[in-house]
């Protein structure tokens, strides 16, 4: 209609997240970080996720960087990077886990995700070109974590490597979110408010179909 704005646009679906322990932590997390986009408190909460979602932790930082960056459009290259880099260290993480402690905490990890039985076919593809599989594995929803993990695994993939590809693949994906919001982040703001659990419950279901992914070309 003419004159219709994005605080216009009709509610959308209702995604019932309440119980959901997960979501529900979720959305804490980010209405805790949006309150602060404009502190440092808002670029230590999106590192520490980032940091946590390449070692272990389920959630990708996108559930966040989104919000933030379209609350915040001219800080939203800015989150991008402090994605990155908290991508990249806690990638190192990842690698010094599947190094140091991949017998404990690693394959409790991998159990975890229930990926214990495809371990070794991935150890022996990931000979191949292992730059490129942490790119793909870092722009994708593929779970990055196993990439890390397994690419510490008796340094399967040498930690430079594995920090180069990780800079490529996660600064790739970040930061074109990152533009994205710069450009239009006022514009869509009242969209991820109002589809916000429609988004994580999206990029859970991508995440699983990762985990599949993995299973299924192994």
């Known amino acids: 209609m003419e004159g219709e704005t ?25 209405g805790w970080v949006e309150d602060r986009a404009e502190s440092r408190h808002a670029s230590a909460g999106l590192f520490l996720i980032a940091a946590m979602e390449s070692s272990f ?45 991949y017998g404990t905490v690693g394959r409790a990890i991998f159990e975890f995700y229930g990926i214990t039985h495809e371990v070794e076919e991935v ?26 993990i397994l690419a510490g695994w008796n340094g399967t993939v040498a930690l430079p490597v594995l920090i ?18 710069r450009v239009a982040g006022p514009a869509i703001m009242p969209w991820v408010d109002r589809y916000f659990d429609m988004l994580v419950v999206v990029f859970t279901v991508l995440l699983i179909g990762g985990f599949i992914v993995v299973k299924m070309v192994m």
């Open 57 to 101: 932790f389920p959630i990708p930082p996108d559930v966040l960087l989104l919000p933030l960056g379209a609350s915040a459009p001219k800080r939203a290259l800015r989150f991008a990077f402090i994605c990155t880099l908290g991508s990249v260290i806690g990638g190192v993480g990842g690698w010094a886990i599947g190094y140091f402690l």
């Open 6 to 30: 994005p605080n216009d646009v009709a509610p959308g679906p209702t995604v019932h997240t309440e119980g959901w322990g997960i979501f529900r932590q979720v959305r804490r997390v980010k």
């Open 123 to 148: 150890l022996a593809r990931y000979g191949e070109n292992g730059f490129v599989a942490i790119v793909v594995a870092g722009f994708t929803p593929i779970p990055y974590k196993v990439f890390t």
């Open 164 to 181: 180069g590809a990780s800079c490529v693949g996660r600064g790739a994906r970040f930061f074109i979110e990152g533009g994205l919001l």
